[in-house]
């Protein structure tokens, strides 16, 4: 648990900064607000807004969750096949039958779904949830101040955090031009 900072940039998106403050309050949530002030001497930044400051919030390592995952689920019996791409999902009455890309045809209990961008190409249903967004990222070389948490601004576009070795991992950016690239897929990838 590291904590998370919500933080405004601009005057609209710090007045709705204040009043979610509130509004998660009353819903149970242990929300802080933030002033500007406080929020520059967090970060070692200038010109920043008020933050939501969500104390409890942490970090998952997607790839360390899904390790833990694939371990309990073989200490539990389980056989598992992992990294292998998949064409076609179908529930029979055989349980669910899973077909590979080299038409390999497995039989499962239970399938676990890495989702991409092309997740509608094995399954239809996946066509109006799973909807591709590039973003961009920049790590920079390590900083001598330490960052706090998870932290996001500008409406959720611009995402930042400390890494390993004192780094910041700067990414989305998306309020620059947040009308293109949704939905695009380059197949060649």
């Known amino acids: 648990l590291c904590g998370s900072l919500w933080i405004a940039l601009d005057e609209r998106e710090r007045a709705q900064v204040a009043r979610s403050v509130k509004v998660l309050q009353r819903l149970g949530y242990p929300a802080k607000h ?3 002030h ?7 930044a ?3 807004g008020g933050a ?7 970090l998952v390592n997607p790839g360390k969750c899904i390790e833990a995952l694939l371990m ?9 096949v992992s990294s292998h791409p998949v064409s ?18 497995l039989k499962a209990d239970v399938v ?10 094995v399954d239809s249903w996946f066509e109006d949830k799973v909807i591709p967004v590039r973003e961009q990222a920049l790590l920079t070389s390590p900083v001598s101040r330490l960052i706090p948490g998870a932290n996001r601004a500008g409406y959720g576009y611009t995402h930042f955090r400390q890494v390993a070795d004192g780094g910041l991992l700067i990414g989305g950016c998306r309020w620059a031009t947040p009308h293109m690239e949704f939905g695009e897929m380059d197949a060649s990838v």
């Open 72 to 80: 309990r689920a073989r200490a539990l019996g389980a056989t598992v």
């Open 46 to 48: 200038q010109d920043c």
């Open 38 to 44: 406080e929020v520059c001497e967090r970060l070692g």
């Open 112 to 121: 676990v779904i890495a989702a991409g961008p092309w997740s509608s190409t």
């Open 88 to 105: 076609g999902i179908e529930q029979s009455q055989d349980g669910i039958q899973v077909w590979g890309i080299d038409e390999l045809l």
């Open 34 to 36: 933030l002033s500007e």
């Open 52 to 58: 939501i400051l969500m104390e409890g919030d942490g």
